[in-house]
């Protein structure tokens, strides 16, 4: 299954168990969270898993001329036929959460679906997950973890007005 | 973009620096909202985006509607910081340089790009009142206490967040 851990540093963690304020903590895990499930959403759109530069594979003449076919109903407004985006239901991208292990490290995942699963009804989100993993349309690669540089920096600057506004209070 | 404590909140900072970094993240926080809001230094709304930009890929992958935010990736207006601060005075501005850059084309249009002014860096009058009169009860507890021992123990964890240029 898809998913990623990740650490978000001794001292961030420190101040975290410090200073923070157990109603603090949790909004600052969830400003964290909606900030990267965002981030993970909108490069799988443009068609780049989160952490790694290239991009999805190229699909095939025969797979672009079958997405045709899916251009009307209520699409993404990313979608295209030509491009895999992971946009034709949007089930995976709905699926991604984020949630927090231990005091350093956090949790990247796609959730488990939750209807039951019966002759002819779509795939649930592991197996989706596992199929697009087999084809490299993977949106969390486990192959060389380079994530975008701007996340750290992003992390750092919540953190740094999250302590600011912890001083008013 | 200088920003003067004293002449905004009328108390004098240069002994409080868990005040004047409050401040300062008061300031930053409007004007993030306010261009999300679509409001420009001035107040008025930004001018509309281009067609172009708008069905652009980036534009669609964001999920970004017609509302003129200056928010694509978040990473302008989220990486904005308190770039310096002495005394009485705060600065506000970009330690990233690409986010510096971008943020200086809003601000002074680029006619080569067609990119319009959207000068979204700064507050007004009213803008500063607005700061000012949330803070009121604020200043008037923090003045008289001392920095209390988990205000100095923050503080010290900001020093060392800065000090991390690893980002």
Do not use: C
Not at chain 1, 99 to 109: C, N, Q
Not at chain 2, 36 to 43: E, F, W
Not at chain 2, 101 to 123: Q, S, V
Request: charged share 30%; hydrophobic share 35%.
């Amino acid at each position: 299954m898809a998913e990623i851990k990740w650490n978000i540093g001794k001292t961030a963690a420190e101040i975290a168990k410090k200073v923070m304020r157990a109603s603090s903590k949790k909004k600052f895990e969830l400003l964290i969270g909606e900030f990267i499930t965002t981030r993970v959403r909108a490069r799988a759109r443009k068609g780049q898993p989160l952490n790694n530069t290239w991009h999805f594979p190229n699909l095939k003449p025969s797979t672009i001329k079958a997405r045709k076919a899916l251009t009307k109903g209520g699409k993404h407004p990313a979608f295209s036929p030509a491009r895999s985006n992971l946009t034709i239901t949007g089930q995976l991208l709905d699926a991604v959460r984020f949630d927090r292990l231990d005091d350093t490290s956090f949790l990247l995942f796609i959730a488990p679906t939750k209807r039951k699963l019966e002759l002819g009804t779509p795939p649930n989100n592991k197996q989706l997950a596992g199929y697009l993993e087999e084809k490299g349309f993977t949106i969390f690669s486990k192959k060389g973890i380079r994530l975008d540089r701007k996340i750290p920096l992003r992390i750092k600057q919540i953190l740094l007005r999250f302590l600011r506004k912890e001083l008013r209070k | 973009m200088k920003f003067n404590l004293k002449d905004i909140f009328g108390v004098d900072v240069q002994d409080n620096e868990a005040l004047r970094l409050a401040m300062a993240e008061a300031l930053l926080t409007k004007i993030i909202d306010k261009t999300q809001g679509n409001k420009s230094r001035t107040g008025k709304p930004f001018k509309k985006y281009s067609k172009s930009y708008m069905n652009s890929l980036d534009f669609k992958a964001a999920g970004k509607t017609g509302k003129v935010n200056l928010t694509l990736s978040g990473d302008m207006l989220g990486l904005i910081d308190v770039t310096d601060e002495s005394r009485n005075t705060v600065t506000l501005g970009w330690e990233e340089s690409d986010e510096q850059g971008k943020a200086h084309g809003h601000i002074t249009g680029n006619p080569k790009t067609k990119l319009p002014i959207r000068d979204f860096f700064g507050l007004n009058e009213k803008d500063l009142r607005e700061v000012k009169n949330k803070f009121s009860d604020e200043i008037s507890t923090i003045k008289t206490a001392k920095s209390s021992e988990r205000d100095r123990a923050i503080l010290r964890f900001i020093k060392s967040l800065e000090d991390d240029t690893g980002g």
